[in-house]
């Protein structure tokens, strides 16, 4: 079985968010780092090369494919800001309607920039995530 290519490595999460060109994304991280380290009680880590992730959670799917990956996180895309926070078990709609400009994939939440959103609702559905990511391990 193939390895999981995106771990947790001694990448710097510093020098990542130094790397990005644009002020206000590269502070917009800078926030979503402090907000994550909050919610986990965890620092950042690198995991792979472009996500920036917080504490682990094991993971095995019904195929048998089983590995270790960041409980949240993000990563600053061309786009988005892509937030890995495993929305797909729903629960959050009353959260996402107030939250203002985003997109929604299978588990990931898209912004543009924190200023397009309700920073109090992005911040409940982080502390949300976490606590039911860690109920349901």
Same mark, same amino acid.
């Given at each position: 079985? @193939? &390895?999981?290519?995106?771990?947790?490595?001694?990448?710097?999460?510093?020098?990542?968010?130094?790397?990005?060109?644009?002020?206000?994304?590269?502070?917009?991280?800078?926030?979503?780092? &402090?907000?994550?380290? @909050?919610?986990? *009680?965890?620092?950042?880590?690198?995991? *792979?090369?472009?996500?920036?992730? !917080?504490?682990?959670?094991?993971?095995?799917?019904?195929?048998?494919? &089983? *590995?270790?990956?960041?409980? +949240?996180? !993000?990563?600053s895309r061309k786009q988005d800001? @892509?937030?890995?926070?495993?929305?797909? @078990?729903?629960?959050?709609?009353?959260?996402?309607?107030?939250?203002?400009?985003?997109?929604?994939?299978?588990?990931?939440?898209? +912004?543009?920039?924190?200023?397009?959103?309700?920073?109090?609702?992005?911040?409940?559905?982080?502390?949300?995530?976490v606590i039911r990511i860690r109920?349901?391990t």
């Amino acid at each position: 079985m @193939a &390895e999981n290519k995106t771990r947790q490595n001694d990448l710097s999460v510093s020098d990542y968010v130094d790397a990005i060109t644009d002020p206000v994304r590269r502070q917009d991280c800078l926030a979503l780092i &402090e907000l994550m380290s @909050a919610a986990t *009680g965890h620092q950042a880590r690198m995991w *792979g090369t472009s996500i920036v992730g !917080f504490d682990t959670r094991h993971y095995r799917y019904e195929s048998g494919r &089983e *590995g270790d990956i960041c409980l +949240i996180g !993000f990563a600053s895309r061309k786009q988005d800001l @892509a937030l890995y926070l495993m929305l797909g @078990a729903g629960g959050y709609d009353d959260l996402l309607a107030g939250l203002g400009k985003h997109k929604l994939g299978k588990g990931c939440l898209y +912004i543009k920039r924190l200023s397009d959103v309700h920073l109090p609702s992005l911040t409940s559905i982080i502390e949300q995530t976490v606590i039911r990511i860690r109920q349901s391990t």
